[in-house]
């Protein structure tokens, strides 16, 4: 158990519709990743917040927004979703700002199925 | 841009075999190379790293050697078990350490 807890495990929904994913870190840790993890892309970086800010950006499409909140938790927010969304949704924290110096830990993540 | 490229599955071995997994990487400046390993349900872990060339990580009896000269960080073990059975990702960052770059992930499956 690495710490991190993600909600839900599993989401179905339809095409054009709007989810919510969140994340808790591990105690102690100010920064979040999120990751999306497909068969056809594979991982794929989407976005870090560090003790509330944004810290970078990766490959994640304007209909993704993504926020951490004053308790750390975050959330990430998918919308008009398409078929080409389903995948499964990772979440990763480290207790600094960057990657380098700083392990990530990664949570069970969230499965979501578009139909 | 940064990319990893890293070996097809998936690989099927026997328990106790060889494991090599080839990765190689494509990056400017000084990367830091990971391997990371994700069991069946479960979220990844890091398995090993390295943050410079000619570094050696290693850990549970997995090992990878940071190569600069031929971009490499391979991951190897002398004996696999069956509890290896896994996806194994290779992944870098780069210098500025906002960015993870994941490989495709290789299946690996140990039979007894």
């Known amino acids: 158990d690495s710490g991190v807890t993600q909600t839900p495990k599993h989401l179905i929904t339809a095409t054009g519709q709007r989810v919510t994913l969140r994340c808790s870190p591990r105690?102690?840790?100010?920064?979040v990743y999120w990751y999306q993890q497909s068969l056809d892309q594979g991982l794929q970086f989407l976005i870090q917040?560090?003790?509330?800010?944004?810290?970078a950006k990766g490959n994640i499409l304007e209909r993704f927004s993504a926020q951490q909140f004053p308790d750390l938790h975050s959330e990430l927010n998918l919308s008009s979703l398409e078929l080409g969304d389903s995948a499964l949704y990772f979440c990763?924290?480290?207790?600094?700002?960057?990657?380098?110096?700083?392990?990530?830990?990664f949570g069970p993540g969230t499965r979501l199925t578009v139909t | 841009g940064d990319s990893v490229t890293q070996m097809e599955g998936p690989v099927t071995l026997s328990e106790e075999a060889f494991l090599t997994i080839n990765c190689t990487y494509t990056?400017?400046?000084?990367?830091?190379l990971f391997w990371y390993v994700q069991y069946p349900g479960e979220g990844l872990q890091l398995l090993l790293k390295?943050?410079?060339?000619?570094d050696k990580g290693s850990n549970k009896g997995f090992e990878a050697t940071y190569r600069k000269e031929t971009t490499s960080f391979h991951l190897e073990k002398g004996s696999v078990q069956v509890s290896d059975s896994a996806v194994y990702f290779c992944?870098?960052?780069?210098?500025?350490?906002?960015?993870?770059?994941f490989g495709t992930g290789t299946s690996l499956t140990v039979i007894p």
């Open positions: 990763a924290s480290s207790v600094g700002p960057t990657g380098l110096t700083y392990e990530q830990y």
């Open positions: 105690s102690g840790d100010l920064s």
């Open positions: 917040y560090y003790n509330g800010e944004e810290r």
């Open positions: 990056a400017t400046g000084y990367p830091s």
């Open positions: 390295a943050t410079k060339a000619d």
């Open positions: 992944a870098l960052i780069g210098d500025t350490g906002n960015q993870f770059y």
